[in-house]
């Protein structure tokens, strides 16, 4: 488990899901105007799925890539914690963030799991949700397969240019995929979630679903919250040191 902890934190935590950057619905440089203008920054948590497709090793990148990660690391520089939770359309992630890694991404802390932060008082998780639904099987299979080890290893011989194709024609086949499983809220799996993990924190941040919902579960009193979209409501949560959220509208 991996745990942040600020018992006064000086600034504000903000929480952003599911950008999905590309030049068309989610432009880069709209992304990085909210983020540099943010007031006071401590802390900034990702809930994956930063861009449409996105294969982390700097050989891949195109412009987008570049900008708005240059954008991220301006953050950092400036001494804001930058947390990445791994989504589904992140590909290559390292499994621990070195010292070499860092010098490449702009984060401080990178999990691939569910994510833990002491923040004053309260005690907060954070996930990007994807793996939540249980009975949609063709995803998980997906994911698993595109995520092992052997697939890494194969897709980081072969040349760049026919590496950034093929993943352009997987974000394609995820898009087009289990449609079934894309026009609803899985209302009993998300409310089985929350009865395992809610016993642990005050808050628990879920990205991947795409709307904005508080679940709660009875006698108990922490909650479950789904984080809004960036990519279609231009949404982020704002949190200040007393674990008061605001949410913002850009």
């Known amino acids: 488990m991996s745990l942040l902890s600020f018992e006064n934190p000086n600034g504000f935590l903000y929480v ?3 950008s999905h950057l590309d030049e068309d619905m989610a432009p880069g440089n709209e992304f990085v105007e909210m983020l540099l203008k ?8 990702f809930l994956g799925d930063l861009f449409k497709i996105w294969l ?16 991220v690391k301006t ?17 290559l992630l ?8 860092k010098a490449t991404l702009p984060f401080t802390h990178l999990s691939h799991s569910d994510w833990y932060l002491k923040w004053g008082k ?11 639904n249980y009975n949609d099987i063709n995803y998980l299979r997906w994911k698993s397969f595109t995520h092992n080890r052997l697939f890494e290893t194969l897709f ?5 240019p026919i590496a950034r194709w093929i993943s352009l024609r997987l974000e394609e086949l995820l898009s087009e995929s289990n449609k079934k499983y894309k026009v609803y809220f899985p209302e009993k799996e998300i409310h089985e979630f929350a009865e395992l993990v809610l016993d642990k924190v005050d808050e628990y941040f879920v990205g991947h679903f795409h709307l904005e919902r508080e679940i709660k579960v009875k006698g108990c009193s922490g909650i479950l919250r789904i984080v809004p979209d960036w990519l279609s409501q231009r949404k982020i949560f704002k949190i200040n040191n ?5 949410i913002l509208q850009f």
């Open 156 to 160: 980081q011989i072969i040349p760049s």
């Open 242 to 246: 007393f674990g008061e959220i605001e």
């Open 94 to 101: 390292p499994k621990i963030l070195d010292d070499q890694w």
């Open 38 to 45: 943010l007031e006071n920054p401590h802390t900034i948590v």
């Open 56 to 71: 982390a090793p700097q050989k891949y990148w195109n412009e987008i890539h570049h900008s708005v990660l240059n954008g």
């Open 16 to 18: 952003v899901a599911d």
């Open 75 to 91: 953050l950092r520089d400036r001494g804001c914690n930058v947390v990445f939770i791994a989504g589904n359309r992140e590909m």
């Open 122 to 132: 309260k005690k907060y998780a954070f996930i990007h949700g994807d793996t939540i």
